[in-house]
């Protein structure tokens, strides 16, 4: 058993990471009440813009396409991997990196892959092995939307002229504090809304088509992107929250358990100390 000043010290040494673990769940909490906001304004907005830049794309003539709807053979992919800047969040980055190597491996496995990363932690882990072509890890420090938007229009400018045939989005979809969900979307070429609901659909188009190709689907992939990264940014606090919660309770526990076995052992120390005296006396009386 250790000594008394061993436990001691682990006692306070536990107690210590307690606080810090406590109070990182405490900033977290804060955080994410207005990442969670914040992302739950956008997604009605966000959502129905897509289904309408789906609708439309479905209903346009071969002749009138959007050259971001191409669907060309698919020989390069683009994979944007967003992940936090930070850890200590549980499995909240190992999950997109794996989410990432997969599409790499198996999805794209004939395919050449090269990743763009939005997050620290992405960047360290795929640029080991693969050919990570940008990062935009400061795009955290100043979340906004036209930050993003430049992010989006570099994407749209890489599809248009034939750098890659596919851009994948891989992120943290927010649904509640304990929860994220590992997304993957398809970012570039876009992907026409399917069923018989948008063949039979007669649309009048008000101004021309022309015009919303040139002004509506620009605006909705750089509104795509900056919901899947204002998901990701509210899905890392909730992580970060939620793990910290259970490292709180997990060094709480141990605690308690050190200090029952610092009473166990001084309790021990006490009776052996005793025991000493009353044999020591006892060979006095002899």
Do not use: W
């Not at 307690?18 to 906001?37: C, F």
């Not at 026409?192 to 605006?219: A, H, R, W």
């Not at 890392?236 to 052992?265: C, I, P, S, V, W």
């Amino acid at each position: 058993m250790a000594n008394l000043k061993e436990i001691r010290n682990r006692i306070a040494s536990v107690s210590s990471t307690m606080q810090i673990t406590s109070a990182m769940k405490m900033v977290s909490a804060a955080k994410l009440k207005k990442a969670q906001d914040a992302i739950t304004a956008m997604r009605p907005y966000s959502d129905k813009l897509t289904e309408l830049l789906q609708s439309l794309s479905a209903s346009l003539d071969a002749d009138a396409g959007s050259k971001y709807s191409d669907n060309r053979e698919v020989n390069k992919v683009l994979v944007v991997a967003i992940t936090s800047n930070r850890g200590l969040c549980g499995a909240f980055n190992t999950n997109i990196i794996k989410q990432s190597l997969l599409l790499n491996e198996e999805t794209y496995k004939d395919q050449q892959v090269d990743f763009l990363t939005i997050g620290k932690k992405a960047n360290d882990s795929l640029g080991k092995k693969h050919n990570v072509t940008a990062n935009h890890s400061e795009i955290f420090d100043d979340l906004t939307f036209e930050n993003v938007a430049a992010i989006a229009e570099d994407l749209m400018e890489l599809f248009a002229n034939g750098t890659y045939d596919r851009i994948e989005i891989v992120y943290n979809k927010f649904k509640n504090a304990a929860t994220q969900l590992v997304m993957t979307e398809q970012f570039l070429p876009i992907v026409p809304e399917q069923g018989e609901e948008s063949t039979n659909t007669d649309y009048i188009f008000e101004p021309s088509k022309v015009q919303i190709i040139e002004q509506l689907i620009p605006k909705s992939l750089k509104t795509q992107l900056f919901k899947a990264v204002r998901d990701s940014f509210a899905s890392e606090h909730g992580a970060r929250m939620t793990a910290m919660h259970k490292a709180t309770d997990n060094a709480t526990e141990m605690r308690d358990q050190l200090k029952l076995t610092y009473n166990k052992a001084r309790q021990a120390a006490i009776t052996n100390e005793i025991l000493e005296i009353v044999g020591g006396a006892e060979a006095l009386n002899n």
